[in-house]
């Protein structure tokens, strides 16, 4: 009896967990980040073919990362949108993806500096 009791439990802590959507399509969900995550996986010391079962939990943790972040900047801010200040106040107290996000930022202004001067160049004359 306490094993039926326990089992049950159990399983809505996996139904929880996984936010209902992705526990029923699971098998069928497309993969956004396979070969992104394959990737960084081989960079960072795996098997150039990490198992699939290995790529699939990394991906399922980075797709519930960015859903979570996701729906906190949505609350904040902007009722409903989602803008860089928003992720950037959500992760202010992390020094490491604050100093990541802010390294990011700056280089894609500096991208954006680099393709207004090239544009300009080109076709101002």
Same mark, same amino acid.
């Not at 396979?34 to 073919?49: A, H, I, P, T, V």
């Not at 079962?53 to 902007?78: C, N, P, Q, W, Y």
């Not at 989602?82 to 950037?88: A, C, H, K, R």
């Given at each position: 009896?306490?094993?039926?009791? +326990?089992?049950?439990? &159990?399983?809505?802590?996996?139904? +929880?967990?996984?936010?209902?959507?992705?526990?029923?399509?699971?098998?069928r969900r497309k993969r956004l &980040?396979?070969?992104?995550?394959?990737?960084?996986?081989?960079? %960072?010391? +795996?098997?150039?073919?990490?198992?699939?079962e290995s790529v699939d939990i990394?991906?399922?943790?980075?797709?519930? %990362?960015?859903?979570?972040?996701?729906?906190?900047?949505?609350?904040?801010?902007?009722?409903?949108?989602?803008?860089?200040?928003?992720?950037? &106040?959500?992760?202010?107290?992390?020094?490491?993806? &604050?100093?990541?996000?802010?390294?990011?930022?700056?280089?894609?202004?500096?991208?954006?500096?680099?393709?207004?001067? %090239?544009?300009?160049?080109?076709?101002?004359?």
């Amino acid at each position: 009896m306490a094993d039926e009791e +326990d089992e049950p439990g &159990f399983e809505e802590e996996l139904d +929880d967990g996984s936010g209902g959507v992705d526990a029923a399509g699971h098998g069928r969900r497309k993969r956004l &980040f396979s070969k992104e995550l394959r990737c960084m996986m081989y960079g %960072f010391g +795996d098997d150039q073919n990490p198992y699939t079962e290995s790529v699939d939990i990394l991906e399922d943790l980075v797709i519930e %990362f960015i859903t979570e972040m996701t729906h906190k900047a949505m609350s904040i801010g902007r009722q409903g949108r989602v803008q860089v200040e928003d992720i950037v &106040f959500l992760i202010r107290k992390d020094p490491r993806k &604050f100093a990541r996000v802010k390294d990011l930022l700056t280089m894609n202004e500096e991208l954006k500096r680099a393709r207004k001067a %090239f544009d300009e160049a080109n076709y101002g004359s």
